[in-house]
């Protein structure tokens, strides 16, 4: 486990060029044309065949959707998460240590090919969501309950998770809103914006109300655990912060999260069961990086 250690501890320099705030929000800006298209009545044309191809995808189950996509729809959703969730908190540098953190994990993740983007949010609830397409946000609010960076690189393992499972990406696949078309394309979403703006509701509801469903979000445990241990993390983090949100999540404030996602008992129970495993044995000795959060976010005020 030795060379693990090593790893955890470069991360520093090893992701010195990292997305700051100011490219956050110029990919933002370039998102959002993607919602101002043309006229819906040019794809007219084709409508037979897309019904006749639409039929057989359906009996499928599932459509394809390539990348370029996924981040057109997961950029427009992502765009909603910033204005329903306070806007971006404007502190370069600790966006630059989440996205160390959350970048060191997506490149050990199953899909390190593709660019993670992460936002912290402006809200005191304490939140984290996924969108299409690698959008991750966590809010203000939970960054301030987080006390190590174990925690920290967990809770990021979790979205990733959401990430490269393609989890919310299923919903957009099976979308009534979809139907008939045979295959998604830029050029599809463009000519009809009211399907595009179909979809990406879709997905807000999914992601922002409705939750991805208890099964995918024990998946993301399991998973967000096995890739922050893959870092060098001590993998039993995880667990903690979620026990760490009971308080959080009962009550008679509603937040979010507890919306959206299972109960924290479930949750931890769950993430016993998959620690106990034979691959972690011996991992409660791993770092926790308590002091290199704090310093890290000593100067900011969250
Ligand atoms: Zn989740």
């Given at each position: 486990m030795k060379q693990f250690l090593g790893i955890v501890i470069c991360l520093t320099t090893l992701f010195s060029s990292l997305p700051a705030q100011a490219q956050w929000k110029k990919l933002l800006k370039q998102l959002e044309p993607k919602k101002e298209t043309q006229n819906s009545n040019q794809n007219k044309g084709s409508k037979t065949e897309n019904l006749i191809f639409g039929g057989l995808k359906a009996l499928q189950g599932l459509l394809p959707i390539g990348y370029k996509e996924e981040m057109a729809i997961g950029g427009a959703v992502a765009l909603e998460a910033v204005a329903r969730f306070g806007g971006l908190f404007e502190d370069p540098s600790v966006e630059k240590y989440i996205a160390t953190v959350g970048n060191a994990i997506a490149l050990t993740s199953d899909r390190p090919d593709i660019p993670y983007y992460f936002g912290i949010l402006n809200t005191e609830e304490p939140n984290a969501f996924a969108c299409p397409g690698g959008y991750i946000f966590m809010s203000r609010g939970l960054l301030k309950l987080v006390q190590n960076e174990a925690q920290l690189a967990g809770i990021l393992g979790h979205e990733i998770a959401h990430v490269s499972k393609k989890h919310a990406l299923e919903t957009i696949r099976r979308s009534k809103a979809l139907a008939?078309?045979?295959?998604?394309?830029?050029?599809?979403?463009?000519?009809?914006?009211?399907?595009?703006?179909?979809?990406?509701?879709?997905?807000?509801?999914?992601?922002?109300?409705?939750?991805?469903?208890?099964?995918?979000?024990?998946?993301?445990?399991?998973?967000?655990?096995?890739?922050?241990?893959?870092v060098g993390y001590n993998p039993n983090a995880l667990k903690s912060f979620i026990e760490l949100l009971k308080p959080h999540m009962s009550g008679s404030r509603q937040f979010s999260l507890s919306k959206t996602h299972p109960d924290p008992k479930d949750r931890a129970q769950n993430l016993q069961n998959v620690l106990s495993q034979s691959n972690y044995k011996g991992s409660q000795s791993l770092p926790l990086l308590a002091d290199r959060l704090v310093t890290s976010l000593s100067n900011i005020k969250l």
């Open positions: 008939g078309i045979s295959e998604v394309t830029l050029t599809a979403l463009d000519k009809d914006p009211q399907m595009f703006d179909s979809v990406v509701k879709e997905v807000v509801n999914m992601i922002f109300e409705n939750g991805l469903g208890r099964t995918k979000e024990l998946e993301a445990d399991k998973i967000g655990v096995e890739f922050a241990y893959r």
